[in-house]
């Protein structure tokens, strides 16, 4: 199992950015997986989370982010639109698969005017 994390980056207050997580060894329509952040002192936070039965995300970002995930190639999305300064933090992608729990290596995204 593993996954790939990319599209981080430096952005503007307001704007907008799409995350992703590339995954392999198993199919990210059979499993659980989430996004979480973290910012350095920090536990990590859950913001959005993906399974069979739908979608949830956590009350700070609900209206302003959604995930989603395409199957045809095995990836799963974060998209972040009205981004704000407390939104920077490194961003993970995560998987419960077969009893076990998978980590990216992370994507740093950093909203500063």
């Known amino acids: 199992v593993e996954l790939v994390e990319s599209g981080g980056g430096l952005v503007q207050p307001g704007g907008s950015l799409r995350l992703s997580c590339a995954a392999s060894g198993f199919t990210v329509s059979r499993a659980a997986l989430s996004w979480y952040r973290q910012t350095p002192g920090k536990e990590r936070e859950l913001v959005a989370r993906?399974?069979?039965?739908?979608?949830t995300t956590n009350n700070d970002t609900s209206g302003r982010f959604s995930i989603s995930r395409d199957i045809a190639t095995n990836t799963v999305y974060l998209q972040m639109n009205s981004l704000k300064p407390e939104d920077t933090a490194k961003y993970y992608c995560?998987?419960?698969?077969?009893?076990?729990?998978?980590w990216g290596q992370g994507t740093q995204v950093t909203v500063s005017s």
């Open positions: 993906i399974t069979r039965a739908g979608t």
């Open positions: 995560n998987v419960d698969y077969q009893w076990l729990t998978y």
